[in-house]
């Protein structure tokens, strides 16, 4: 399940609320726990984070990187932190899931899998 809060870096929060997100993340963001971001731990969905998720209805398993949205490309799994996918996974840990809705109405649940690093 999920923590009653997101985890966010200092410098990804200021930056987050500068682009004036919706509704539905700018609560998420206002509920943060905000630390500095060297204190993230390494498990948690940053910007420029690559994640995999799970949409737990349909099972498929994917691999993204959450960026801002004027980094977006799609063709390179490069999700903006403003489109469903990327504003639902932001501050999460791996392990959790949250229901998020989407543009067109549908709730759908995501779980991280894992917070993936260069090795």
């Known amino acids: 399940m999920r923590s009653d809060y997101i985890i966010l870096g200092d410098a990804d929060f200021v930056r987050l ?4 997100p919706e509704p539905q ?19 948690v969905v940053m910007l420029n984070s690559r994640v995999r998720y799970i949409d737990d209805a349909t099972g498929v398993s994917r691999d993204i990187e959450i960026v801002y949205p004027t980094d977006a490309d799609a ?31 549908r709730r759908i649940r995501l779980r991280v899998e894992d917070v993936l690093t260069d090795a």
């Open 75 to 105: 063709a390179a799994g490069k999700v903006s932190v403003l489109a469903p996918v990327g504003s639902a996974l932001i501050g999460l840990s791996v392990g959790e899931q949250i229901d998020w809705t989407f543009p067109d109405g």
């Open 25 to 43: 993340l700018r609560a998420e963001l206002e509920g943060a726990v905000v630390m500095p971001t060297r204190a993230v731990p390494r498990d």
């Open 17 to 20: 609320m500068a682009l004036n």
